[in-house]
């Protein structure tokens, strides 16, 4: 499995006895990048509020194993065992770049990958970057939509950031960070789960 994985522990949460499994994908084609750090700085909000386990998965190392295929079953079982994480997590966290005004072509080549109805009711918090305000729609107009074809629960407040309120691949603009903080907030009364504790992690 290409992704890092990381296990946060955060506050607990009072409705379950297992963390949230929460799974980032992140549409950059490069690292280090703009867009896994807004991810990652989602993550950290997330847990401040919530018991999570989380786990990044970056199109940079996942890209070149899905790029020669064009059906799931030619995929590397490292690329499936993704596949799966995306399906089967409790919450997904997704950022892509904004590339020629739409998100990565490989971020689009990897949902296309996954089944149909995986992510029926599915929370989904939605992120992207570009180089100015300018696209800052494409949250909106088109990762929501796309989200929205797998009925997806795609979650009140998207992030979008632009360049400048990054340093050093880092989060560094205050008011990003209270966007991030605020998406966060909005969407946190919508995370009900009915967990399966003694479901069996699958990464
Ligand atoms: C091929 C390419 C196309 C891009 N097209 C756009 C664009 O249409 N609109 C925009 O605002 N930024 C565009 N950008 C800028 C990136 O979206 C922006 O720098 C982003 O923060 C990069 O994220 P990363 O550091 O995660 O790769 C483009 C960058 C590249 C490399």
Redesign the pocket.
Known sequence: MSGRHITVVGMPSLATDRPLRVVAV?G???S?????ALLVALLDALSQEREIEQHLIELADLGPLLAGAIRRDQLPPSAENELRAIEEADLLVVAS?????SFTGLFKHLFDFVGQYALVDKPVLLAA????D??ALIVEHQIRPLFGFFQALTLPIGVY???SE?TD?QVSDPGLRDRIDKAVHRALPLLHFELTPSRPSPW
Do not use: E
């Open positions: 992140s950059s084609l490069q280090p990048s703009r867009t896994t770049p904004v590339y020629r005004a970057t570009g180089g100015s300018r696209h950031a632009k360049d990054f691949y």
